[in-house]
């Protein structure tokens, strides 16, 4: 049996479908902010903090009509901005406090200090 | 054309509503057709105050506009030129509510006024599958119509009065919805429109029907079309089903909105209908990605239906309304094929428009008319410049 070919980002087709429960674009009403503009810019391997502003809720995945998997990218390309430095404030100071905390607040609380780091 | 004066401009609709930031003009420098343009700024108004003013400046310093609403049009309709895009996705408020009416800003969408509307067992019935996202302002601007056009006909029909802001400044509410519906920005932006309500129907059921021949196919459907229950008659041509591993026949399915049909419990109807929205999916996966929808009279339907089965090319649709979906591979030559549209005698575009990657297989007679009423709505031409003629 043949496996099935997963759809990538090469088979969007722009529709914009993905942004109709988008929580970002819902709140902003820009499509600059919206899921279709993160698989633009996923496309162009244009990565910023557009990037970034994303709840991965997987709204966009579910209305995709192609079935693709946008939250996974943004995952990925989330990583790779990581990688090249490129990471906002407010994250480098979270994980900052985790591992020094073991939370993200930057407060000494009782417990122990956990000696693996997850994430969503 | 002149530099943006990007201070005026921002003074008009406030800094948090105007950017000129490169990764937000690459995002939309691009719509639904995949084809790529440049924009020299993106302006989300909020009012038809500030858009009169936008206008103006256009007009005095000749700089062009693009209207855009969701941006999913097929046709690059809302793919900027050099131009400044003109966002309505912020104007989305309700201002007006009757019995059997609604009065809604342009950037509106659909399924947000149909969710709204269903409070009361009401809803606005032409409703493509763009449904999620487009505005009301990019329906009209396109006369989208959707799967029931049968019964409900295009956006134009349950619409009672717009408001618009001409190429010239000019602020007009008029009843006269034809003069603008169809014409895809390029005389007006749409600002408002009162739209009519109907009751959703209390109950719908699904009927299939398979054939062996485009001719049976169309005279079945002929004969379904004189009955007035019927809101959908959609049609999966024989290529199409064989990529849905169905047999390789024509299928047809048919929605009443009674109990008339043979499918009548929640599970079946979306069972069916699953089927026939998932071809997109299926259709683009096999290799076919573009879609166009000619309109062809009743009559040429099963001659144009054996023309794209003899190419090879695989359709489904509207057929109840003589709208053909057909999927064409990228490096297809569509000049054939839009010249098997004309000796058909079909239009070249039943609901998707015109925009930029099909004015080249419109009529003149069409183009001329157009020419006319751009000259009396927007003659410095600085809306949508390039699309449509
Ligand atoms: C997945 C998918 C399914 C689709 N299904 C259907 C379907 O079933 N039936 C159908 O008819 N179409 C369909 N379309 C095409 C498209 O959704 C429709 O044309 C829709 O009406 C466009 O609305 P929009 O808000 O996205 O407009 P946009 O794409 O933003 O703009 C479309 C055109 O209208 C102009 N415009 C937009 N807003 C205004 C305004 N306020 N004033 C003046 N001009 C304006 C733009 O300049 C452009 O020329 C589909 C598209 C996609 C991607
Ligand atoms: S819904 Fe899917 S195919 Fe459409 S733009 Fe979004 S990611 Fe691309
Ligand atoms: S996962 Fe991100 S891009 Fe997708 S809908 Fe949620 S917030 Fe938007």
């Not at chain 1, 557009?50 to 989330?78: G, Y």
């Not at chain 1, 073991?102 to 407060?107: A, L």
């Not at chain 2, 895009?85 to 009416?101: A, G, P, W």
Request: charged share 25%; glycine share 6%; hydrophobic share 30%.
């Amino acid at each position: 049996m043949t496996e099935e070919k997963k759809p990538t980002l090469k088979d969007c087709t722009l529709c914009g479908l993905c942004k109709s429960n988008c929580p970002v674009f819902r709140a902003t009403k820009q499509e600059t902010k919206g899921a279709r503009a993160r698989a633009i810019l996923i496309k162009e391997d244009m990565l910023n903090e557009i990037i970034l502003q994303c709840t991965l809720c997987a709204s966009c995945k579910i209305e995709c009509p192609e079935e693709i998997d946008l939250p996974e990218e943004i995952r990925k390309a989330r990583q790779k901005l990581i990688e090249s430095g490129k990471e906002t404030q407010a994250n480098k100071i979270m994980i900052d406090n985790i591992r020094k905390y073991g939370n993200p607040f930057g407060k000494q609380v009782a417990g122990k200090i956990p000696k693996e780091l997850y994430c969503c | 054309m002149q530099d943006l004066d990007i201070q005026k401009l921002t003074s008009i609709v406030g800094q948090q509503n105007i950017t000129q930031n490169p990764t937000d003009l690459l995002i939309y420098a691009t719509d639904a057709a995949q084809i790529k343009g440049r924009a020299l700024a993106v302006i989300w108004p909020k009012t038809t105050g500030e858009i009169t003013q936008i206008i103006a400046y256009a007009n005095k310093k000749d700089i062009q506009i693009t209207p855009r609403g969701a941006g999913t049009s097929l046709t690059a309709g809302a793919v900027p030129q050099n131009s400044i895009i003109l966002d309505l996705s912020k104007m989305d408020k309700i201002t007006q509510e009757t019995s059997d009416t609604i009065t809604v800003e342009a950037g509106t969408i659909l399924d947000d006024l149909n969710t709204h509307l269903r409070q009361k067992d009401k809803y606005f019935p032409v409703i493509p599958s763009s449904d999620t996202v487009a505005t009301i302002g990019g329906m009209l601007a396109t006369n989208a119509a959707g799967t029931r056009a049968i019964k409900y006909g295009k956006t134009s029909d349950w619409t009672e009065e717009i408001e618009i802001v001409t190429g010239k400044g000019d602020i007009i509410k008029t009843k006269d919805i034809n003069e603008f519906a169809s014409t895809e920005g390029i005389l007006c932006i749409i600002t408002k429109a009162t739209l009519k309500t109907t009751s959703l129907p209390e109950q719908t059921s699904i009927t299939t029907y398979e054939f062996s021949t485009a001719e049976e196919l169309v005279e079945k459907v002929k004969q379904l079309k004189k009955d007035k229950s019927i809101a959908a008659i959609e049609y999966i041509g024989p290529f199409t089903s064989s990529m849905q591993d169905e047999t390789p026949k024509y299928h047809l399915l048919i929605e009443y909105e009674n109990n008339t049909g043979t499918h009548k419990t929640t599970e079946e109807i979306e069972k069916a209908w699953k089927q026939r929205k998932g071809l997109g999916t299926v259709l683009s996966a096999a290799g076919y990605p573009k879609i166009e929808d000619p309109k062809i009279p009743e009559k040429n339907i099963a001659a144009f239906l054996n023309w794209l089965k003899d190419q090879n090319i695989p359709n489904f649709g509207h057929i109840g309304y003589g709208i053909i979906h057909c999927r064409i591979k990228p490096d297809h030559d569509l000049n054939e094929f839009y010249r098997q549209v004309k000796n058909h005698n079909g239009q070249v575009s039943g609901e998707h428009g015109i925009g930029l990657t099909k004015k080249q297989y419109i009529p003149q007679t069409l183009k001329d008319e157009l020419k006319k009423k751009k000259q009396k709505y927007d003659p410095k031409n600085i809306l949508n410049r390039g699309k449509m003629i």
